[in-house]
């Protein structure tokens, strides 16, 4: 593989870099998360986001493996499911996730869903502390935390989540949780990040588009880009994963950022963080 150009970096806590770009495969099965993330990884991106739900991480560890690249190289994610939250649970459910992976550490670990109704998200962060320790995760965080479940957990964690991945996209823009991010030290991860394509219909958005001589999409990603949020758009289609990541040579001016924001209507496409799990 011969990629020059590549995403930049964030920083998170230990000193770990994420490449601010990364590639999201919910919803895409084992076999063909293996061509797609090859795809991915052949277009210049180097962090695949998975998860257990997806049951898809089999796929994904063998399209990491066989790439060629050194395993360094490849930031891998992968979260941990609702019905594992818990010590000893956890503990065993991130065991299980590195073995369907083939794959010695990974990168980031998440806790996918609070689930306040368990109410077991601070004794789950434990064990995700554990692996950490243990050189088997080299970052933990958390997902879909709503500002309090965060300040819940920063009040007795040893380790602060070093990010939170959250629905974030033009339409659902998230403000009031970045500034508290920003104030935790938290980096934000946007999942969901073209609004599942929906919000690349938006005239704002298209307008923009248009102007800049961009696509949609590409204006959308610049966008998280210059938020300075982590995004994993997903898509199966290689001509998409491609024009997803032709995004580091051109930025939206300031009128532009700021057009963008009054396409925010805190309209949610995914669950309640507070009511759902
Ligand atoms: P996205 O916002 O990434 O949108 C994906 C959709 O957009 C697909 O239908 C894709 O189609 C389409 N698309 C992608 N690129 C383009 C393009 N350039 N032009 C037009 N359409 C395009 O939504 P996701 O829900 O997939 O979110 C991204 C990732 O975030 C997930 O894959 C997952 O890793 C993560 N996630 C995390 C959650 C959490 O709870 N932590 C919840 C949901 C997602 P096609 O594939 O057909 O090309």
Redesign the pocket.
């Known amino acids: 593989m011969t990629h020059t150009t590549l995403s930049p970096n964030l920083t998170l806590h230990g000193d770990v870099d994420i490449p601010q770009l990364?590639?999201?495969?919910?919803?895409?099965p084992s076999v063909e998360a293996a061509t797609t993330v090859r795809t991915a990884l052949e277009a210049g991106y180097r962090h695949i986001?998975?998860?257990k739900?997806?049951d898809n991480e089999e796929g994904v560890g063998t399209a990491v493996l066989e790439s060629g690249l050194a395993r360094e190289d490849v930031f891998v994610?992968t979260?941990l499911w609702n019905d594992d939250q818990g010590y000893d649970r956890a503990r065993r459910a991130f065991d299980a996730s590195l073995e369907r992976l083939g794959l010695e550490y990974v990168d980031l670990y998440?806790i996918?869903?609070p689930c306040p109704a368990q109410d077991l998200y601070r004794e789950t962060w434990r064990a995700l502390e554990k692996v950490h320790a243990d050189g088997q995760a080299r970052a933990i965080g958390v997902?879909?935390f709503t500002a309090e479940h965060l300040r819940r957990l920063a009040a007795e964690a040893d380790v602060l989540p070093s990010i939170n991945?959250?629905?974030l996209?033009p339409t659902m823009q998230q403000a009031d949780l970045r500034a508290a991010h920003a104030e935790l030290g938290i980096v934000t991860?946007?999942?969901?990040?073209?609004?599942?394509?929906?919000?690349?219909e938006d005239p704002v958005v298209r307008e923009i588009a248009e102007r800049v001589g961009r696509?949609?999409?590409?204006v959308v990603l610049r966008w998280h880009l210059q938020l300075g949020n982590v995004?994993?758009?997903?898509?199966?289609?290689p001509?998409?994963?491609r024009?997803?990541f032709a995004v580091f040579d051109f930025e939206l001016g300031d009128d532009d950022m700021q057009q963008m924001t009054k396409v925010n209507s805190d309209t949610r496409?995914?669950?309640d963080p507070d009511a759902f799990g």
Do not use: C, M
């Open positions: 990364g590639f999201g495969v919910f919803q895409v986001d998975t998860a739900l997806y994610t979260k998440l996918h869903w997902s879909n991945q959250v629905e996209h991860e946007a999942w969901a990040p073209l609004g599942k394509a929906q919000d690349l696509t949609p999409a590409q995004a994993i758009p997903k898509s199966v289609t001509q998409r994963i024009e997803n496409q995914g669950p």
